[in-house]
């Protein structure tokens, strides 16, 4: 598969993630079940953070320090998120 046409699906693939995410709290499911609506969120959120990560950031052909060590970025970003969640509550 030609560079273009990688770079085009996996925007088309982030593109729909991210539209999943705004039906997500577009449709109502915020008030209905705040955990399910966070964690369908930070699931989302987080596929998207690997692919970007893997791909736009060429992680994919880093060596595994590199992939560790950014993956451990990523638990501390949700364990922050999640924090925060609690204070908003």
Same mark, same amino acid.
């Given at each position: *598969? #030609?560079?273009?046409? %990688?770079?085009?699906?996996? &925007? $088309? !693939? %982030?593109? !729909? /993630? ?11 499911? /915020?008030?209905?079940? &705040?955990? *399910?609506?966070? +964690?369908?969120? *930070? $699931? ?5 953070? !690997?692919?970007?990560?893997? +791909?736009?950031?060429? /992680? =994919?052909?880093?060596? =595994? #320090?590199?992939?560790?060590? *950014? %993956? ?5 970003? !949700? ?5 925060? #969640?609690? #204070?908003? /509550?």
């Amino acid at each position: *598969m #030609s560079r273009a046409k %990688l770079y085009t699906v996996i &925007y $088309v !693939v %982030l593109f !729909v /993630l991210a539209t999943v995410q705004v039906v997500v709290e577009q449709a109502g499911y /915020l008030e209905e079940s &705040y955990w *399910m609506a966070f +964690w369908a969120i *930070m $699931v989302l959120s987080a596929v998207k953070a !690997v692919v970007v990560a893997g +791909w736009y950031q060429h /992680l =994919r052909w880093e060596p =595994r #320090s590199v992939t560790t060590l *950014m %993956l451990l970025g990523l638990l501390g970003a !949700v364990a922050l998120t999640v924090a925060a #969640s609690y #204070s908003i /509550l």
